[in-house]
């Protein structure tokens, strides 16, 4: 437990030095603060009926926040693993007395910090919102519930894939289309047999988040996501000891 | 200390290391010496647990690098090759972190880290950024982290290369500063460098080990072979070799205009071998090199 704390610590505080960070941050707090605006500007449309999904337009209810989630991972995660592969620091990590679990556990618990700590300035949107409306802050907590999850199984997506290659932008590009695949599972299921339609939608990222959105928790949602999440972190494990197979 | 059995590893097709045997006791300086690609950061790499054998038996500290790995990883300190560090922290709080995860805390990791600081001469940049440091002062930043965990064994990969010859001269002090008290095992491409730092070599090239004893044995005996270069026309060293009774099995072989004759000595006769005119410039040694 030391040493995971030791490492997540290092890991969490260069997160911080790395201007990447900053420039990903600003991008992320900049459209989310646009949502908000296209999301007032719904509220204030009285011709328009209301949903039960508001906060939809927030979390996960555009297009754009899609790519942004999945170019603010890929660019968090991906120089996780393959800038200690590239600069050979991978060698002084792995010859201390540390095992390949904690070293994997601290990087993705650091990088999730980095990106759930990304949403908080959000919550100024919910405070802003309740000043002028009433806000069913159920549906603002399955949300914020959904997001963790999400970002949850998208990092581990990341780091598992940073692991396999020394390429910084390899492992950026990857994780950036398989997101965007993870998402476009959900339009495919229309052009599929009917056979595979349910498996489409049961493994679509969009079908799973949704519920999140209109303030249900479903089981079944937060098992598609830890599940997910467990296996890759487990595959991001075997990745890192397979250097001892070759 | 360590004990090396048939230790083999391949990669892929490339036979890296092959059947090497040897055995450093606690309290030597050791060096590895061989050309580029002979196998020594192969096998370093395999004691320090980074990577198995493909077969074969390492064990350091009574422990074998595979089955315990983390038990040895607390006994060594290791600095690979070219020094990787983290560019972004500050030297202070590389060698803090990297205590923490060797075991140390509160005020014996403050103490650890003034002694290693000390030792290695970084007093003066201990709250600069490693990125800007001089490759000198990383190169001690790596000995540094090394030491910190005050561990039995230390090994370094080419600890030298790529220094002025100032530090080559002061990190081989260090070095040998560090070795009073503890093991050592360093590799290395420079002869002169195991032979100021090192008590004991391992001879490696090709994978194989081609010797190894105490520097002194090496240099008093074993002499049954020279190893010459001359600039001349081939044709007319071998004549003159010819002309030497004692040399045998001779073979020549020649480029950019140097011819490298080599060829055994003969021990039974006791007429002593005719001494080589003033072209040659080498000193006997080893061959292979």
């Known amino acids: 437990m030391r040493n995971f704390r030791t490492l997540y610590k290092r ?55 899609w790519m942004v989630v999945a170019a603010v991972t890929s660019a968090l995660t991906m120089r996780l693993f393959s800038e200690e592969y590239r600069t050979g620091t991978i060698e002084m990590l792995m010859t201390t007395p540390v095992t390949d679990t904690q070293v994997v556990l601290s990087k993705f618990s650091a990088a999730l ?24 802050y159920g549906v603002v907590f399955a949300g914020y519930l959904g997001t963790f999850l999400l970002n949850c199984m998208l990092t581990s997506l990341g780091i598992m894939i940073s692991s396999t290659n020394k390429s910084q932008f390899v492992s950026f590009f990857v994780t950036f289309i398989g997101i965007l ?23 679509s990222v969009l079908e799973q988040f949704n519920p999140f959105t209109k303030g249900v928790i479903s089981s079944q949602s937060v098992v ?23 | 200390m360590i004990q090396v059995k048939e230790l083999v590893k391949t990669y892929a097709d490339l036979l890296a290391v092959d059947h090497i045997s040897f055995n450093v006791e606690k309290g030597d300086i050791v060096g590895l010496l061989g050309p580029n690609g002979a196998g020594k950061t192969t096998t370093m790499k395999i004691l320090t647990c980074f990577m198995p054998a493909t077969s074969g038996v390492a064990k350091v ?40 995860l060797k075991g140390l805390k509160g005020q014996s990791l403050i103490n650890r880290m003034n002694a290693v600081i000390d030792a290695c001469e970084l007093g003066q940049v201990r709250s600069r950024i490693i990125e800007q440091l001089s490759k000198g002062n990383k190169q001690r930043v790596g000995l540094a982290d090394a030491l910190i965990g005050d561990p039995d064994l230390l090994v ?43 008590e004991k070599v391992i001879i490696m090239y090709k994978g194989k080990i081609v010797a190894q004893d105490s ?10 072979r020279y190893c010459v270069e001359v600039k001349a026309p081939k044709s007319e060293v071998e004549r003159a070799l010819l002309d030497v009774k004692e040399a045998y099995e001779i073979r020549t072989s020649e480029s950019e205009g140097w011819v490298r004759p080599r060829c055994s000595r003969a021990f039974r006769r006791k007429t002593s071998p005719r001494r080589s005119s003033s072209f040659c410039r080498n000193t006997p040694g080893p061959c292979g090199f």
């Not at chain 1, 991008?27 to 009285?46: D, E, M, S, T």
């Not at chain 1, 598609?224 to 070759?246: D, G, H, M, P, Q």
Request: net charge positive.
């Open chain 1, 113 to 136: 910090t980095f990106l759930m700590l990304m949403w908080v300035p959000t919550l100024i949107y919910v405070y802003i919102l309740g000043k002028f409306t009433t806000v069913d």
């Open chain 2, 156 to 198: 370094l990969d080419e600890p030298t290369i790529g220094l002025d010859p100032n530090q080559v001269r002061k990190v081989r002090e260090l070095i040998k500063e560090i070795g009073r008290d503890r093991t050592v095992i360093l590799s290395t491409h420079i002869l002169p460098e195991v032979e100021m730092v090192c």
């Open chain 2, 215 to 224: 520097m002194s044995n090496l240099r008093s005996g074993n002499k049954k």
């Open chain 1, 224 to 246: 598609y996501f830890l599940s997910i999440t467990a296996f890759l972190l487990f595959c991001t494990v075997k990745s890192v000891e397979s250097r001892k197979w070759r």
């Open chain 2, 61 to 100: 500290a009574g422990h074998d690098v595979f089955k315990e790995s983390l038990e040895v990883r607390r006994h060594i300190g290791y600095m690979p090759e070219n020094v990787p560090l983290y560019p972004e922290m500050r030297v202070n709080e590389f060698l803090s972190y990297r205590g923490r």
């Open chain 1, 11 to 65: 890991e969490l505080a260069t997160l911080y030095y790395t201007p990447t960070s900053y420039v990903v941050m600003c991008v992320f707090l900049i459209v989310v603060g646009w949502l908000f605006w296209i999301l007032v500007n719904y509220l204030n449309a009285p011709s328009k009926p209301l949903e039960a999904n508001v906060f939809g337009y927030l979390f996960g209810g555009t297009f754009i926040y």
């Open chain 1, 181 to 203: 695949m993870l998402f476009s599972l959900n339009f495919m299921q229309d052009v599929v047999s009917n056979k595979w339609r349910v498996v489409y939608r049961y493994a």
